[in-house]
C-alpha cells in the first residue's frame, strides 16, 4: 500500500546534503591504541639505532633474530596504518539519493549497504538509543551506532519529513519550515 504523500513531485525533489556520520569514539579506541604501539615500536627502533653502546642495541642489531628490528618496525607501521583505516571505514553516510551504513566484518573490505529513499517504508528511533529502517519488503535493518546521534536523527528526520517517510519515536522536527534550505542540493531557489 502506498504511503501518503505530499502535492505531486514533492516528496521526491527533496535531496539532502551528502553527511558522514562516524563511529563512536570506543569503537575507533582499538585502532588507536594499535597505531599509538606501532609509533612506539617505530620510535624505540630509530632511538636505539642511534645508540651504538648500549646492551638494546647489541640485542636489536648485533644478535641474530629471525626478523630484523626494521622489517618488524616496517610491519608495524603498516599494520597500524591499515588499522586506522580499517577503523575509518565505519558509519552512517546519508547522500541526495539513499543512506548507506558501512561496518568492518572481514578483515579488509567494509560490508556496505544502502537502501535509496524510496526503499524506506519507515524510520523507527528506539528508545535504547538505535535507528532502523523499515524496508519495502518487510525487512528491518538497523543502523550502526555513531558518533554524533542527534544528528543523524535530526538528518532522517527531515529526509524523512520532506519525502513524507513515517517516522516512529523521532524527537520532532514539527513542519517543514524546520527544513533547512531544501532545494539548496538541487540548485533551485
Not at 563511529?23 to 617505530?42: E, I, K, T
Not at 573490505?109 to 528511533?125: E, G, H, L, S
Request: charged residues 25%.
Amino acid at each position: 500500500m502506498a504511503r501518503p504523500s505530499r502535492p505531486p513531485g514533492f516528496d521526491m525533489t527533496y535531496r539532502p546534503k551528502e553527511e558522514f556520520f562516524g563511529p563512536p569514539l570506543w569503537v575507533r579506541l582499538p585502532s588507536f591504541l594499535h597505531a599509538a604501539l606501532a609509533v612506539g615500536v617505530v620510535i624505540l627502533v630509530v632511538v636505539v639505532e642511534r645508540r651504538p653502546g648500549s646492551e638494546l642495541y647489541r640485542y636489536m642489531f648485533m644478535q641474530e633474530h629471525l626478523i630484523d628490528a626494521h622489517m618488524l618496525a616496517a610491519a608495524f607501521g603498516v599494520s597500524g596504518t591499515a588499522s586506522l583505516l580499517r577503523g575509518g571505514m565505519r558509519g552512517v553516510r546519508v547522500r541526495p539519493d539513499w543512506v548507506e551504513y558501512r561496518d568492518v566484518i572481514s578483515s579488509v573490505w567494509p560490508k556496505v549497504k544502502k537502501f535509496r529513499w524510496a526503499q524506506i517504508d519507515q524510520i523507527t528511533f528506539e528508545p535504547s538509543g538505535n535507528i532502523s529502517v523499515d524496508l519495502w519488503d518487510g525487512r528491518r535493518e538497523f543502523l550502526p551506532k555513531v558518533e554524533d546521534r542527534a544528528g543523524l536523527g535530526r538528518t532522517l528526520e527531515r529526509v524523512a519529513l520532506a519525502r513524507a517517510i513515517p517516522l516512529t519515536g523521532a524527537t520532532g522536527l514539527d513542519n517543514l519550515d524546520d527544513l533547512d534550505e531544501p532545494f539548496e542540493a538541487d540548485g533551485d531557489p
